[in-house]
């Protein structure tokens, strides 16, 4: 049992890595989303820094990798109990490769797209409590790196509401939360001066990121 695990994480990290700010900028514009803006290989600074339709691109690789991840965890634990936690495993190790992709000199994204997926994956109404609240957080304070973190503070309680005493899923959900917080650190100092970027449709060049 232990060896699927560990070949779980290993899939799981390096579908992580194939991030899609940078394949995108790379293949379409033969730049790098990294050089801009904030620096974050993620999706909102890809918004700001090209707009454009690659950005639904962006969108669709980094969903996409997470939800192919859960499902070859799905495959493998089909009719077992371990079947909920081999998803997230393999999921917070998705998580963990777009983050700090071994191909892109460890500096990815900060996760919240993967997280929405693993969410998506593990229960549709989880899912959808936790994109309204993010929906909500957004119109109102119109800060992406605010509504991040409120969305991943949220994250891990939603998580121990629909799999209460699942304490493998809900510790892995704890960590997400945690470290998809850590990740917009920056961010938090941005916002705390006042100096922090207003989410904006229109691609801007001096952008201060998020996702």
Known sequence: MLWKFVALAVAGY??????GAIVVSRLTYRDDVRQHGSGNAGLTNFLRTYGGIATVLVLVIDAAKTIVACLIAQSVFQGSAQLDFGKMWTGFFVVLGHMYPVFFHFKGGKGVLCCAALALMMDVQ???????????????SRYVSLTSCISAAAFPFVFTIFFWKNWGVILLAFLLGAY???MHRENIKRLLAGTESRFSLHKKKNSEDIV
């Open 180 to 182: 998809v917080i850590f």
């Open 126 to 140: 989880l899912f959808a409590i936790l994109a309204v609240i993010f929906a909500l957080c957004l119109a109102i």
């Open 14 to 19: 390096l579908l992580g890595t194939i991030n």
